[in-house]
């Protein structure tokens, strides 16, 4: 479950997304264009982190950027910071690539490997919880639907436009540019839709052995 605050950010996500795609070397898209096409969230088990992947468009071209939320800074993930802003609500937070993120890879393994959901949405109004409707929506086929193993999670690495982060002896792999076309791989595939688009389209796999 994760708890949306009505809440005013300075700067919003948007804003630092726009500032750190053109850093990226999978990115070829023109900022000035980008808008948010959908999301979804994973839990944190401890309820510390917000896990939140975005779905952005650019042109033709969509690309998928998960972040995490912190109330300080991650130690020796400095390379990872997109950046700080103010939550009206929470104070000052350090927003991070997913991908370098123990928690969202902990988060993405739980889905892949033990076919855990997203999280379900609500929004904390005054107290009292409304659930939210959800803008992207995510499916796992292959999972086998039993509890993770405790695995060490390395350092990600990018190739092209797919990051994979290595899991003990298997591998999480994130698509940075989504085919539009459907097409799938791997031996356990999270795919997405999102309003606008019903087809499913890859968005992480465990890359086949």
């Not at 896990?51 to 995490?68: D, M, S, Y």
């Not at 937070?93 to 855990?116: E, F």
């Not at 993770?148 to 990600?156: K, T, Y």
Request: aromatic share 8%; glycine share 10%; net charge negative.
């Amino acid at each position: 479950m994760a708890i949306i605050y009505d809440a005013v950010l300075k700067p919003t996500k948007l804003d630092l997304l726009t500032h750190w795609l053109p850093s990226q070397s999978w990115f070829d898209g023109d900022p000035a264009e980008l808008e948010l096409v959908g999301s979804f969230r994973f839990d944190d088990s401890n309820g510390e982190v917000g896990v939140e992947t975005h779905l952005v468009r650019a042109g033709t071209k969509i690309f998928q950027a998960p972040l995490t939320y912190r109330g300080a800074p991650l130690e020796d993930a400095g390379e990872w910071l997109i950046g700080t802003m103010e939550h009206s609500v929470l104070g000052q937070r350090w927003v991070y690539d997913a991908c370098g993120d123990p928690v969202y890879a902990a988060a993405l393994a739980g889905t892949l490997l033990a076919g855990r959901p997203q999280a379900t949405q609500y929004l904390d109004n005054d107290g009292k919880l409304e659930e939210l409707p959800t803008s992207a929506r995510i499916d796992v086929s292959g999972a086998p639907g039993n509890d993770m193993p405790e695995r060490n999670i390395a350092e990600p690495t990018t190739a092209g436009d797919v990051t994979t982060i290595k899991t003990g002896a298997e591998g999480l792999a994130i698509n940075r540019v989504l085919d539009l076309s459907g097409k799938t791989t791997g031996t356990r595939i999270m795919t997405g839709t999102w309003d606008g688009n019903s087809t499913p389209v890859q968005l992480a796999w465990v890359p086949k052995a």
